[in-house]
């Protein structure tokens, strides 16, 4: 059984910085389409980095330029590095996963994942 932990979120101003982390377990060798995708207050949920079983890596254009989405394997733990967060950031973060994605964001891959954590809150003070 697959399982994703979240954790990293917090409370900061605008133009600062946070690190999102999500350790996985249960995915063994097998290689899987990973992402991150938040909930805003009033939206619906929306993929923001995702990284392909291939390595390729594709962003939400609200963020790209200052989200960057990585992996270590050693550790079992994807990231997500945000700087530069603005108050329209603020959501509930979600990491999750699937053995395929069909394709890239802003493709709504959101409906491939099979796997997804509980979620960790960032919320951005103007």
């Known amino acids: 059984q697959v399982e994703l932990v979240e954790s990293g979120g917090g409370s900061v101003q605008t133009g600062g910085s946070l690190r999102l982390s999500c350790v996985t377990s249960?995915?063994?060798?097998?290689?899987?389409?990973m992402g991150w995708f938040r909930q805003r207050p009033g939206h619906e949920r929306e993929g923001v980095a995702l990284?392909?079983?291939?390595?390729?890596?594709s962003y939400a254009e609200s963020v790209t330029g200052r989200f960057t989405i990585s992996q270590d394997d050693a550790k079992n733990t994807l990231y997500l590095q945000m700087n530069n967060l603005k108050p329209e950031d603020t959501a509930m973060y979600y990491c999750?996963?699937?053995?395929?994605?069909?394709?890239?964001?802003?493709?709504?891959?959101?409906?491939?994942?099979?796997?997804w954590g509980k979620g960790t809150l960032v919320t951005v003070s103007s």
């Open positions: 999750a996963a699937t053995l395929y994605c069909s394709g890239a964001l802003p493709t709504p891959v959101e409906r491939d994942m099979d796997y």
């Open positions: 249960g995915t063994g060798h097998t290689t899987y389409c």
């Open positions: 990284i392909d079983s291939d390595t390729s890596i």
